[in-house]
């Protein structure tokens, strides 16, 4: 198997800092992720809420170039490390004990994870990059709360979820 080498977490998190004081600073909106989504889902759904957000931002918005750039900057990053780049679902031999071993059935869990995720976020009135990178770099109490919520609730359910199957 080929070892794969990242990035420093001190890179990444320099780097997302960075970007959000510089979008803050150039078009004075706050780093977030939740709104583009349910803009972008928006444009392929006739569901009111949906579509209420994209009437919203408009037909194409910086939301949906900054979704459009999250991918594309994680192609960026893997074709700028060193080593090889591997394509796989894989988060680790932990997560890969606990997680079914087709691949078919460990991307239906990490989508049905997503969807989860992206519910909560609509529900909490923002994503975590929201909350915890803008909202708490702006000494929101919200988001500073959601956010403290958002690690406890993330690190119990991991904790479980491990306890449970592994």
Same mark, same amino acid.
């Given at each position: 198997?080929?070892?794969? *080498?990242?990035?420093?977490?001190?890179? #990444?998190? &320099?780097?997302?800092? @960075?970007?959000? $004081?510089?979008? %803050?600073?150039?078009? /004075?909106?706050?780093?977030?992720?939740?709104?583009?989504?349910?803009?972008?889902?928006?444009?392929?759904?006739?569901?009111?809420?949906? *579509?209420?957000?994209?009437?919203?931002? #408009?037909? &194409?918005?910086?939301? @949906?170039?900054? $979704?459009?750039? %999250?991918?594309?900057? /994680?192609?960026?990053?893997?074709?700028?490390?060193?080593?090889?780049?591997?394509?796989?679902?894989?988060?680790?031999?932990?997560?890969?004990?606990?997680?079914?071993?087709?691949?078919?059935?460990?991307?239906?869990? @990490?989508?049905?994870?997503?969807? %989860?995720?992206?519910? /909560?976020?609509?529900?909490?009135?923002?994503?975590?990059?929201?909350?915890?990178?803008?909202?708490?770099?702006?000494?929101?109490?919200?988001?500073?709360?959601?956010?403290?919520?958002?690690?406890?609730?993330?690190? @119990?359910?991991?904790?479980?979820?491990?306890?449970?199957?592994?």
């Amino acid at each position: 198997m080929t070892e794969v *080498i990242v990035w420093s977490g001190w890179i #990444g998190g &320099l780097g997302i800092g @960075l970007y959000a $004081l510089f979008q %803050l600073l150039i078009t /004075g909106k706050v780093l977030g992720v939740s709104s583009g989504y349910c803009s972008l889902c928006g444009c392929f759904s006739r569901a009111a809420f949906f *579509i209420e957000q994209k009437e919203k931002d #408009g037909p &194409l918005n910086w939301r @949906l170039w900054f $979704l459009l750039g %999250l991918p594309l900057g /994680g192609l960026l990053a893997a074709w700028t490390s060193p080593g090889p780049v591997v394509a796989s679902f894989s988060l680790g031999e932990l997560y890969d004990s606990v997680f079914p071993s087709a691949v078919w059935a460990k991307g239906l869990v @990490l989508v049905a994870g997503g969807v %989860l995720m992206g519910l /909560g976020a609509r529900m909490a009135g923002g994503c975590t990059s929201g909350h915890a990178i803008s909202g708490m770099a702006m000494l929101n109490p919200p988001s500073i709360l959601a956010a403290a919520g958002f690690f406890a609730g993330g690190t @119990l359910m991991v904790q479980l979820l491990f306890w449970i199957f592994a």
